[in-house]
C-alpha cells in the first residue's frame, strides 16, 4: 500500500507551474501518480474487487491524465478548448471514482480481516473531498468569483490533507 499513498499524494495534490500563459506543468504530474497506485494495487487485486476495479481504473487514468498533462504543456487546451473540458471533467470524475474504489476495498478488507485499515476516516474524508471536488468545479464553472472559489480550495486542501493522512495510517498498520 506504500505505493497506493504516495500515488494519492500525486494525485490529489495540484502544484502547477504556468509558462507564457498558455503552457502549464504540473509538478506531481498525476499520470505518475495513476502508475504508481495500478502497481500498488496490484499486490492486493487478488483481496478484493474493489481494489481490483481500481487498479484497473488507475491504468484508464494513466492514459487520460498523461493525455491531459501533454495538452496542458503543448498548450493544446488552449486551442481546443471543448475536447480539454471534457477531458478534464472525465479526469475529474475519474479520481473521485478511482479513490472511492481504493476506500471502498480498505473498508471491506478492514470488515473481512478485523484489522484496521482506517475505514471510518478513510469514509469520511473521501465523501468531502468528493462533495468538495464537485463544489469547486461547479463554483469555477457557474460562480466566476475568485472569493468563493478560495473557499472551496482551501476546504477541499484540508480534506485532501485528512485523506492522505488516513491513507498514511493504512500504510503504518498493514
Known amino acids: 500500500m506504500y505505493k497506493v499513498f504516495i500515488g494519492m499524494f500525486f494525485i490529489l495534490l495540484d502544484f502547477n507551474v504556468r509558462f507564457a500563459q498558455t503552457h502549464v506543468f504540473s509538478l506531481l504530474p498525476s499520470f505518475v501518480g495513476y502508475l504508481l497506485i495500478a502497481f500498488g494495487l496490484k499486490s492486493v487485486a487478488d483481496k478484493n474487487?474493489?481494489?481490483?476495479m481500481g487498479r484497473r481504473l488507475s491504468w484508464?487514468?494513466?492514459?487520460?491524465?498523461?493525455?491531459?498533462?501533454?495538452?496542458?504543456?503543448?498548450?493544446?487546451?488552449?486551442?481546443?478548448?471543448?475536447?480539454?473540458?471534457?477531458?478534464?471533467?472525465?479526469?475529474?470524475?475519474?479520481?473521485?471514482?478511482?479513490?472511492y474504489l481504493i476506500v471502498r476495498g480498505c473498508s471491506d478488507e478492514e470488515y473481512e480481516t478485523g484489522i484496521s485499515w482506517n475505514a471510518g476516516k478513510l469514509t469520511k474524508f473521501w465523501m468531502f473531498?468528493?462533495?468538495?471536488?464537485?463544489?469547486?468545479?461547479?463554483?469555477?464553472?457557474?460562480?466566476?468569483?475568485?472569493?468563493?472559489?478560495?473557499?472551496?480550495a482551501v476546504v477541499l486542501l484540508v480534506t485532501v490533507v485528512g485523506l492522505l493522512y488516513s491513507f498514511f495510517q493504512i500504510r503504518k498498520n498493514v
Open 49 to 52: 474487487v474493489y481494489f481490483d
Open 60 to 99: 484508464v487514468m494513466f492514459v487520460l491524465t498523461l493525455i491531459s498533462y501533454i495538452s496542458n504543456a503543448a498548450a493544446l487546451s488552449y486551442m481546443f478548448q471543448m475536447p480539454a473540458l471534457v477531458l478534464s471533467i472525465m479526469v475529474v470524475l475519474g479520481t473521485i471514482v478511482d479513490t
Open 129 to 152: 473531498y468528493a462533495v468538495f471536488t464537485l463544489l469547486q468545479n461547479a463554483v469555477l464553472l457557474l460562480i466566476p468569483v475568485a472569493e468563493v472559489y478560495m473557499i472551496v
